[in-house]
């Protein structure tokens, strides 16, 4: 079956403006995870929704961030008034979610550039 | 929050040696410990995960090891493979928050 994809997979952008990546997870999975790779290092928890609960924004590192799953299913990471240290691989990863496999399978990431 | 620290970045072996890559984590209530393969330009994928109940964990030529009192956990690749080579990342998450948290990565080569 279908992986998680991810959309674009390129994405260069101008300082200030806005940017929006999409994530289409597994069918069937209830848990929706982003994550952001930054040049050579690990990746760093942004945001995760688990069915109807309200989403762990915890990770987000600024308001200028947010994101939305739309029926449990795709889900939008938003960007707002981007800045040059945005610049990094978005990774999107599913999991069945509660009761489920642990196991997060990984789409193949946003690389957004912001010049 | 939770911490991960990962050692070493990047270790090299001879083609049929062993690897093994260390992973300390700080938050006692985490009991999920899986460990991610990521080869260049491509996404990471789980190749072996542990949780807290047990000790240790084998697959083929993959183990997981966890000690829960020092809160560190390893990985073991023995008879490595050039095609082993990859950054290989350790993660931490408490069950059923689920998010992970991740090591730097260790970049490992395989020497042929």
């Known amino acids: 079956g279908a992986g998680v994809s991810q959309s674009p997979s390129n994405k260069v952008t101008e300082k200030g403006k806005d940017v929006e990546l999409r994530c289409d997870p597994i069918?069937?999975?209830?848990?929706l995870y982003w994550y952001r790779q930054s040049l050579g290092q690990g990746l760093e928890f942004l945001i995760y929704?688990?069915?109807?609960?309200?989403?762990?924004k915890s990770g987000l590192p600024s308001d200028r961030f947010s994101a939305e799953r739309t029926g449990g299913s795709v889900s939008t990471l938003t960007i707002q008034r981007t800045q040059q240290e945005d610049s990094a691989v978005y990774l999107c990863?599913?999991?069945?979610?509660?009761?489920?496999?642990?196991?997060?399978?990984f789409g193949p990431g946003t690389r957004l550039t912001v010049l | 929050g939770e911490n991960v620290e990962q050692h070493p970045s990047t270790l090299s072996v001879q083609e049929g040696d062993s690897a093994v890559i260390k992973c300390t984590y700080s938050d006692s209530a985490s009991n999920y410990f899986p460990w991610y393969k990521q080869e260049l330009g491509k996404r990471p994928q789980l190749i072996i995960d542990?949780?807290?109940?047990?000790g240790e964990k084998k697959d083929q030529r993959i183990a997981v090891t966890l000690n829960k009192t020092a809160k560190h956990f390893s990985l073991h690749i023995t008879e490595t493979q050039p095609e082993d080579s990859a950054v290989y990342f350790c993660a931490a998450s408490k069950i059923p928050s689920r998010q992970l948290t991740f090591g730097s990565g260790t970049q490992l080569t395989v020497l042929p």
């Open positions: 542990i949780r807290s109940n047990v």
């Open positions: 990863a599913s999991s069945l979610g509660a009761g489920g496999s642990y196991e997060q399978f």
């Open positions: 069918s069937g999975h209830t848990a």
């Open positions: 929704f688990q069915g109807n609960s309200a989403p762990d």
